[in-house]
Nanobody, 121 residues
Framework: QVQVVESGGGLVQAGGSLRLSCAAS????????MGWYRQAPGKQRELVAQ???????NYADSVKGRFTISRDNAKNTLYLQMNSLEPEETAVYCC???????????????WGQGTQVTVCS
């Protein structure tokens, strides 16, 4: 089993910054892709940013230039630095990790419970 726990959400004014963290623990041999998703009330979940084990990143167009995703492979931890936040980015931000539990096994993906980010105008 793998546990995924996010932290760092909160209330911030428009134009402000927050840094989210996501820690994965448990039966982990290796982690492939790690990503942040968000879901606002009444909307579908959307990808915010992803990063591979090798450091290749992918961002939603709406956050390019403002958000930075990074990871610490030694700590199985994912980060998201969010700058210049906008009220419409209020959402629950969830972490997703693609994990290999052992050598030669297929990868499984796991989700955290999410952390609330509220941006007030």
């Amino acid at each position: 089993q793998v546990q995924v726990v996010e932290s760092g959400g909160g209330l911030v004014q428009a134009g402000g910054s927050l840094r989210l963290s996501c820690a994965a623990s448990g039966s982990i041999f290796a982690i492939n892709v790690m990503g942040w998703y968000r879901q606002a009330p009444g909307k579908q979940r959307e990808l915010v940013a992803q990063i591979t084990a090798g450091g290749t990143t992918n961002y939603a167009d709406s956050v390019k230039g403002r958000f930075t995703i990074s990871r610490d492979n030694a700590k199985n931890t994912l980060y998201l630095q969010m700058n210049s936040l906008e009220p419409e980015e209020t959402a629950v931000y969830c972490c997703n990790v693609v994990v290999y539990g052992a050598v030669g096994t297929a990868a499984d993906d796991y989700w955290g419970q999410g952390t609330q980010v509220t941006v007030c105008s």
